[in-house]
């Protein structure tokens, strides 16, 4: 078994095809799916494919990307999807400095007030974070001394923030870029992290494995992202389908 902890299935790349592409997945081993929302529409769209489909879940958030745009009375809605069944994580919530989409004080002020909903409803959160190492720490360290749960999806950043990242208790999330020939320093952080902290991803339909890139990505790609990192790792595709897809139900009561 495998799970894609972070796909974007409700884009409209997914349109033309997206029973299909879910078929596949299930085929390549992927029984479960986490769609992750980036925006209002995303988490109507996401709780919308929880009800069609019984292996994919959702996570509810607002992409820091959007952290100008998202006004009060969008915002008080959040609370309530939370209390779905089939909501299993907070996000995608974080910081974003690489393309400052939003303002970064507005974004700081979102990732503030959904780690405060991520403490309030006991879910994981899954954090976004791009050139903003230092103010994601920050944030995630000025909960009062609550237990702050979650995983730094899509990771690529440095070894220093992977660690405290890590002594924080959260997981670390690759996906398909691990493949990309210029990935020399994301591959040694693949061995790095502990097999009990480790979540595979695709982020799709962003970041297609080297050899399809430019392509639109899919669920069904954990399967050779799970052997790709199994051969970095130096063990069993086996080892690592039941590594990372038992930590993904434990930190996501996936059921
Ligand atoms: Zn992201
Ligand atoms: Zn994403």
């Known amino acids: 078994m495998l799970v894609d902890t972070h796909a ?19 085929e390549a081993g992927v029984k479960c799916i986490i769609n992750v929302s980036s925006d209002l529409r995303g988490c109507l769209a996401s709780l919308e494919l929880t009800k069609k489909y019984e292996n994919i879940f959702a996570a509810i ?14 915002l008080q809605r959040i609370p309530g999807f939370l209390k779905n069944k089939k909501v299993v994580a907070v996000g995608e919530v974080g910081l974003d400095y690489y393309r400052n989409l939003s303002p970064q004080d507005k974004q700081r002020e979102l990732f503030s007030r959904f780690i405060g909903l991520s403490l309030d409803s006991q879910l994981p959160l899954i954090i976004h974070s791009r050139e903003a190492e230092a103010d994601t720490l920050t944030a995630l360290k000025s909960c009062s001394g609550r237990d702050i749960k979650g995983v730094i999806h899509c990771f690529s950043g440095s070894r220093d923030f992977c660690q405290e990242c890590l002594d924080l208790g959260l997981s670390i999330s690759f996906t398909c870029n691990v493949t990309y020939k210029k990935s020399d320093a994301l591959r040694e952080l693949v061995k790095y992290v502990p097999s009990n902290r480790l979540l595979l991803e695709t982020d799709c339909p962003y970041l297609s494995p080297e050899g399809l890139r430019g392509k639109r990505n899919e669920p069904a790609n954990v399967r050779p992202l799970a052997q790709f990192i199994a051969d970095l790792r130096g063990c069993s595709f086996e080892e690592i389908a039941k590594n ?12």
């Open 244 to 255: 990372t897809s038992d930590n993904a139900i434990s930190l996501f009561k996936l059921e």
């Open 61 to 74: 958030g607002i992409h820091p990307h959007g952290a100008a745009q998202i006004n009060e009375e969008d």
């Open 8 to 26: 974007h299935l409700d884009f409209s790349d997914f349109d033309p095809d997206r029973k299909e592409i879910i078929q596949k997945a299930a």
